[in-house]
């Protein structure tokens, strides 16, 4: 079975009401990043970024998957199919999809805020002061900040290496070094880039689906038959 890797970011997850980062009407329009996404946010305003990650955890459990994750979900049936997402959301997994790795970490979980290895599943959308890990330090959320180390980079690294197929999904490759996944692949490999915008992707080799990831991924089953 060819090995077909995806990248995915918040594009994908955008039919199913979750909100983008950089798109007209994205998160980042309505908040500094600095104030609610760094370890400095954490320290110096708490109940902020405290706030804003339960907000989107809350909106979260309304979600469901949509045709994209599904369509992605059903070619595990041709394709060894890997997941590599920038997203905290769980849709993936909930449409299905057996081999997700979350480089951003997930909304759902929380762990340990003096040891990174102690992770934990949040029961019900709420993480609140006082809520401590075994060890009786606070928990934050559980996911990767800017300035942060991205712990699953070298998993995804190898993975976009092995890569017969590589898809990329409803990311603006902004930020790195998730972007920086596509200079791994091998060369010459088919590179399909599914966004209603064109990214910076190029290559004679890149081909260009034009839609949303639902309508985007029925489109490139069709063109996976071509090849
Ligand atoms: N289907 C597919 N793509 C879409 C859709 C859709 N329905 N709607 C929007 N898009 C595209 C946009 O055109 C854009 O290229 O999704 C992309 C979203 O880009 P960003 O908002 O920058 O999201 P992303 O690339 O995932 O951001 C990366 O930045 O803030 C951080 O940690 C956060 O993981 C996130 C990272």
């Known amino acids: 079975m060819k090995k077909l890797v995806v990248l995915s970011g918040a594009g994908m997850s955008q039919e199913s009401g ?4 950089r798109d007209m009407g994205g998160l980042w329009e309505e908040y500094d990043v600095m104030e609610v996404a760094t370890p400095e946010a954490w320290q110096r305003n708490p109940e902020l970024v405290m706030r804003f990650y339960n907000d989107r955890r809350k909106q979260l ?6 045709a994209g994750h599904i369509g992605l979900f059903e070619l595990e049936k ?11 959301d ?5 449409a299905g999809s057996s081999k997700v790795l979350h480089l951003h970490g997930e909304l759902k979980k929380v762990r ?12 019900g959308w709420e993480l609140k002061f006082g809520d401590k890990c075994e ?16 712990p699953a980079m070298d998993e995804a690294v190898s993975i976009a290496e092995k890569a017969d197929i590589f898809v990329v999904i409803g990311t603006s490759l902004d930020v790195y070094p998730a972007a920086g996944l596509l200079y791994y692949t091998q ?7 599914i966004d209603p915008h064109e990214p910076p992707v190029s290559g004679k080799n890149v081909i260009f689906i034009e839609e949303k990831a639902g309508r985007g991924v029925e489109i490139l089953k069709e063109k996976l038959k071509e090849l």
């Open 90 to 94: 769980d849709l993936h997994e909930r």
């Open 112 to 123: 340990s805020q003096k040891d990174p290895s102690l992770i934990y599943e949040l029961d």
């Open 187 to 193: 060369p010459d490999i088919p590179i399909f880039v």
């Open 18 to 21: 979750i909100r983008t980062f």
């Open 61 to 66: 459990y309304g979600c469901l998957p949509n």
């Open 135 to 150: 060890k009786g330090s606070q928990l934050r959320p559980h996911i990767v900040w800017f300035g942060e180390a991205v």
């Open 78 to 88: 041709d394709f060894d199919v890997e997941i590599i997402t920038q997203n905290v």
